[in-house]
């Protein structure tokens, strides 16, 4: 089945700063979205972006299909941004069987 | 607009034992799925269904049974409760049209003694 990894696994900023967040998958996807999980558990979808570019106030997210990988964008970021960034494929084998990367853990420190 | 609904939010359970977790959404979305995330693991899928009557097997089915008989509900059977099925259970749903991704409930945690 697809693959999903996520880089980096763990990222430490201080609030103001800038990241960029990569989603490599193994194959053709017609199903892309990033979410982000709270400190408290709570799943909050960020973008449904199987191709193309989408933004959403201070983050953005581009994803190249042609080239297998999407990046998510966090620009000026604040404590309530930390928590875990998820990344969740669907491909040939079912747009709504989703397979998600492991996650990547953004602490943003005041 | 409550969105998705899952109960209950807190489940112990003994080896051998059957339940029941709720989903319900009133978003008339089409598309509903249940998801399980282990420590340090992303999610996992386990059932899926893109109308009512119609279900697909995820990546981790075993052990697992759900149904579909109307648009809103979308419950997950534990049909004999496992060690092993100790975690949190995510159930989502979205519309099946247009580009709109998954709102997540706010999850079950199930512990299996």
């Known amino acids: 089945g697809i693959q999903v990894e996520q880089s980096p696994p763990d990222l430490i900023l201080q609030e103001g700063a800038n990241s960029t967040l990569r989603c490599n998958f193994s194959d053709s996807v017609n199903n892309l979205q990033w979410f982000h999980q709270n400190p408290w558990g709570q799943l909050i979808n960020l973008f449904y972006i199987p191709s193309g570019t989408k933004q959403n106030g201070r983050l953005s997210a581009t994803t190249v299909a042609t080239e297998r990988y999407s990046l998510l964008y966090i620009s000026s970021s604040q404590t309530t941004d930390s928590g875990v960034y998820f990344c969740a494929v669907g491909g040939q084998g079912g747009s709504e069987k989703l397979v998600f990367g492991k996650g990547m853990k953004l602490t943003v420190n005041p | 607009n409550a969105g998705v609904t899952q109960t209950p939010k807190f489940q112990v359970l003994k080896t051998g034992q059957s339940m029941t977790l709720q989903c319900a959404q009133d978003?008339?979305?089409?598309?509903m799925s249940w998801y399980r995330q282990d420590p340090g693991m992303g999610l996992r899928l386990i059932h899926y269904s893109v109308g009512a009557g119609i279900t697909d097997q995820g990546e981790v089915p075993n052990g697992y049974n759900v149904s579909r008989s109307t648009t809103e509900d979308f419950p997950l059977r534990l049909l004999s409760a496992a060690p092993s099925q100790t975690s949190v259970y995510f159930c989502a749903s979205r519309r099946g049209t247009g580009v709109y991704g998954y709102t997540f409930g706010s999850g079950t945690r199930l512990t299996v003694v």
């Open positions: 978003m008339n979305h089409e598309y």
